[in-house]
């Protein structure tokens, strides 16, 4: 079974750009989460999206954002790059089953992220 | 959301040995509890979940986990490490119908040979 996929594997950029990364998630999977790692630290948490809808957004600025296709697939957009947006960036798929219950995350291999 | 703290940045065992990484988080309330690990070079794997129950949960790879509420803790552990078991561990915490992971700052286990 394909897991989560993202690409692309690494990227590098210079302060100011603008960056796309892209998450395709597990078949069947309507949910997906974003995370940002930075080096030496836990995942932080930054969008989760469910059918086409931002359900949650975490504690980062507006620069960044986020959008989910028909197809699941989603891509998280970051504006105006700075040094600190250097990190390994996660996505996690899942199953959502009921509104109340917690539905596994299956994480990607990630994209890391440079910043110049 | 939770704060989750882990209790060693860095552990290095000899194989054989005994492991145990401590996990807490910052408020009580129903939640679900995580581990997560990370081998080198590899992407963020489930090693088991506490959702209710049995507050001693078994995960793969002869990975246990207790839950006690009281202290608002999840520690790991692993009654005889192999070399394989290098890698990074992570805790996680959600309240109960959330979908936010909270994770710790990792813990880095190298076993040695």
């Known amino acids: 079974d394909a897991g989560v996929t993202q690409s692309p594997t690494h990227l590098i950029k210079t302060r100011g750009q603008q960056v796309t990364l892209r998450c395709s998630p597990i078949s069947g999977h309507k949910s997906v989460s974003w995370y940002q790692q930075v080096l030496g630290q836990g995942p932080q948490f930054i969008f989760q999206?469910?059918?086409?809808?931002?359900?949650g957004r975490g504690n980062f600025p507006d620069r960044f954002s986020a959008r989910q296709f028909p197809n699941y697939s989603s891509e998280l957009n970051v504006n105006a790059l700075l040094l600190g947006d250097s990190a390994l960036y996660l996505c996690?798929?899942?199953?959502?089953?009921?509104?109340?219950?917690?539905?596994?995350?299956?994480f990607g291999p990630g994209t890391r992220l440079t910043v110049l | 959301a939770q704060s989750v703290s882990q209790h060693n940045h860095h552990v290095i065992l000899s194989e054989a040995a005994s492991l145990e990484l401590g996990c807490n988080y910052s408020?009580?309330?129903?939640?679900?509890l995580f581990w997560y690990v990370q081998y080198p070079g590899q992407h963020l794997q489930l090693l088991l979940k506490y959702f209710s129950g049995d507050p001693l949960v078994k995960g793969i790879k002869g990975f246990e986990a207790e839950f006690i509420k009281s202290k608002f803790s999840f520690n790991l552990r692993k009654p005889s490490v192999q070399w394989s078991d290098t890698a990074e561990y992570f805790c996680?915490?959600?309240?109960?119908?959330?979908?936010?992971?909270?994770f710790g700052a990792g813990t880095t286990v190298t076993v040695r040979a």
């Open positions: 996680a915490v959600t309240d109960r119908g959330d979908y936010k992971l909270s």
């Open positions: 996690a798929s899942s199953f959502v089953g009921s509104p109340l219950s917690y539905n596994e995350q299956f």
């Open positions: 999206y469910y059918e086409k809808e931002e359900r």
């Open positions: 408020y009580g309330g129903t939640v679900n």
